[in-house]
Structures are given as C-alpha cells and as structure tokens.
C-alpha cells in the first residue's frame, strides 16, 4: 500500500488483519506489530509507527505516526512495511510499499 504523509500533520489509519477470506479479523492476542520508514531496505531508520489495539480479539487497530515523526522525515518517497509477530514468534508481513512525504502548503 502506497500513501502520502503531509509535513505538520499526524498520520492515522485504521486497520484489520484479516483471514484469507478477507472478512473475518484474526485474533492477535500476545503479538505484536511494527513498522518503520526506510529509503530502502537496510537503510537509515526514519521513523517508526506506534499502534493503538482498537479491538485486538478481531486484528483492528490503528497506525499512528506522530506530528515531530512525520516532520522529522525529509521530503522525497520512502519505503515502509507492516510486520505483525504473532504469540508464538511468527512474523507475517502485512503489507509494504512507497511513503511519499511532502509540505504542506497550507500550515496548520
């Protein structure tokens, strides 16, 4: 998944992890998620996510990058992944793609 963060804005996304159906959330109790914002893979460290559990019986949670994180990147296109470690130490990717960051024009 590709998406935009805009300079002086938080980012917050909600999500599910969901079964191969595509419907039913997975239960994600005892794991735990990550996601970071790399140039590429290996590279220097740019940011790293926080994640709320909205309902983590069902896999629903919210992604959050605070204000000073987004700020903290430079502008340009970046990469990011989203790994959940289940309870027993499994890593699942659930997604990964481009972050592009960019001013804001109009400030807050």
């Not at 002086?8 to 239960?27: A, C, H, K, N, P």
């Amino acid at each position: 998944m590709n998406f935009t963060l805009k300079h002086g804005r938080v980012f917050r996304r909600r999500r599910q992890y969901l079964e191969s159906d595509g419907v039913t959330g997975i239960d994600c109790t005892g794991g735990i998620l990550a996601a970071e914002v790399r140039p590429e893979p290996g590279g220097t460290l740019l940011a790293t996510f926080t994640f709320e559990w909205v309902d983590i019986t069902i896999g629903l949670f919210d992604q959050v990058l605070a204000v000073a994180a987004v700020d903290a990147i430079p502008d340009g296109v970046f990469r990011h992944d989203l790994v959940f470690t289940d309870a027993l130490g499994e890593p699942h990717n659930l997604e990964e793609g481009t972050i592009t960051k960019t001013g804001s024009i109009t400030e807050p």
